[in-house]
């Protein structure tokens, strides 16, 4: 019986063996299974953080790329804005249509403010306003009269053409920009 007791003891003690050994296999597996996930992540990580690096210089390269295309435009914006005679001070067509007619051999028949209007621009409200412009003279005369008018440069502007060589006639539409106050 003692041999029995011996033996039971000894299985006991294998089988305790055994289970022993199967968890610390379990163990070393499972550590084994968190380094190599450690490793993999550590790799994945130094990608992500070598993405977020390229990344934030992209994102300040496009920065500066845009601000310096905004301060590009304001200037823009600024030129053309100084370009325009404030509304105060717009060219005075009568005065304007008078003396360049003296200068082309024009007689100018008559100058009339057609129209009025505040438009909404880039740089921010503009008055155009429209005069009707009508002269008396020859073919060369009125071209010649006409071209003076465009050459008077920003914030004035010639539409609505009309020249009738036969009577010698011209007429058009004289467009004056200004900045609203």
Do not use: K
């Amino acid at each position: 019986m003692a041999s029995n007791a011996r033996l039971a003891w000894s299985r006991l003690a294998l089988w305790a063996c055994l289970a022993a050994a199967v968890a610390n296999a379990l163990l070393i597996a499972s550590a084994y299974l968190r380094l190599r996930t450690e490793q993999s992540l550590s790799v994945q990580v130094e990608a992500l953080r070598e993405n977020l690096a390229a990344l934030s210089q992209l994102q300040d390269s496009r920065r500066s790329q845009l601000e310096s295309e905004v301060a590009e435009a304001e200037d823009r914006v600024q030129t053309a804005e100084a370009a325009l005679p404030s509304v105060g001070t717009a060219l005075d067509i009568f005065r304007l249509g008078f003396a360049l007619a003296e200068e082309d051999d024009i007689v100018v028949l008559s100058v009339r403010r057609a129209s009025s209007e505040v438009r909404e621009t880039s740089i921010g409200p503009v008055e155009v306003t429209t005069h009707r412009v009508e002269a008396s003279g020859g073919l060369a005369a009125c071209m010649s009269y006409l071209g003076s008018l465009e050459a008077l440069g920003p914030g004035l502007g010639v539409s609505g053409v009309s020249i009738q060589p036969e009577p010698g006639q011209c007429s058009m539409d004289v467009l004056t920009l200004g900045r609203t106050p």
